[in-house]
């Protein structure tokens, strides 16, 4: 079955603990990117990816990081997690620069 | 600065009353407009992609339409399982950036 799988779904975090959050495609997908969830704000762009080694910043990138080493994995890196980063994470897939996207099934990040 | 906007936030429909849900737009350069599915506790599916203006998609009791600065999203008699939060997406002029408005809440009641 094609999916975007995010791990973990859930957690629970204290103020500065580094984390990582994994994503995997299993479409051969070459794009694929971050986003974050907010009441009122939608869905906002943190980083994205075009291919293997090849990234950069969306719209609100600060205090994260990403790396794309393999061409299924997308890990989202919060080195110093701050309250503020209290949010539902989406990381989605897809083939090419105009189609639509496949998401996962979202992580959801307390920070504390 | 782009931008997209949704309206309304919220809609309840009685079962069988079709509506139209707006996605109004400033982008620099649009390269499609997309609308997603949600569902509590789940991604976004994807529904429509469009391109240009005077585009139209279908899909059951879905109809998508565009215009140089807004799309909508019509539902023609909608069933409960029509209830979801419907995002609309733009595709900017770098193809790697995507903007989405907040959502239209639907519910349908039988």
């Known amino acids: 079955e094609a999916q975007v799988t995010q791990n973990p779904r859930y957690l629970i975090t204290v103020t500065g603990k580094k984390l990582t959050v994994t994503c995997s495609q299993n479409?051969?997908?070459?794009?694929m990117s971050w986003y974050r969830q907010d009441p009122g704000l939608g869905l906002r762009q943190i980083y994205y990816s075009m291919n293997v080694e090849v990234t950069d910043k969306g719209d609100v990138p600060e205090g994260y990081k990403v790396s794309r080493k393999e061409k299924r994995n997308f890990p989202l890196i919060l080195e110093s997690p701050s309250p503020n980063q209290t949010s539902l994470y989406f990381c989605?897939?897809?083939?090419?620069?105009?189609?639509?996207?496949?998401f996962g099934q979202g992580t959801r990040l307390t920070v504390v | 600065e782009d931008q997209v906007t949704q309206s309304p936030e919220a809609l309840r429909l009685q079962e069988g009353e079709s509506s139209s849900l707006n996605c109004s737009y400033t982008v620099s350069g649009l390269r499609g407009l997309f609308w997603y599915r949600q569902d509590p506790g789940k991604g976004p599916e994807f529904l429509f992609t469009?391109?240009?203006a005077g585009e139209e998609k279908e899909k059951e009791r879905l109809k998508a339409t565009l215009t140089k600065k807004e799309s909508f999203l019509h539902i023609t008699a909608p069933k409960p399982e029509d209830s979801a939060t419907y995002l609309c997406a733009v595709q900017a002029y770098n193809f790697n950036k995507f903007y989405f408005g907040s959502g239209t809440k639907l519910n349908v009641k039988p």
């Open positions: 479409m051969n997908h070459e794009y």
């Open positions: 469009l391109y240009s």
């Open positions: 989605a897939s897809r083939t090419g620069a105009g189609t639509e996207a496949f």
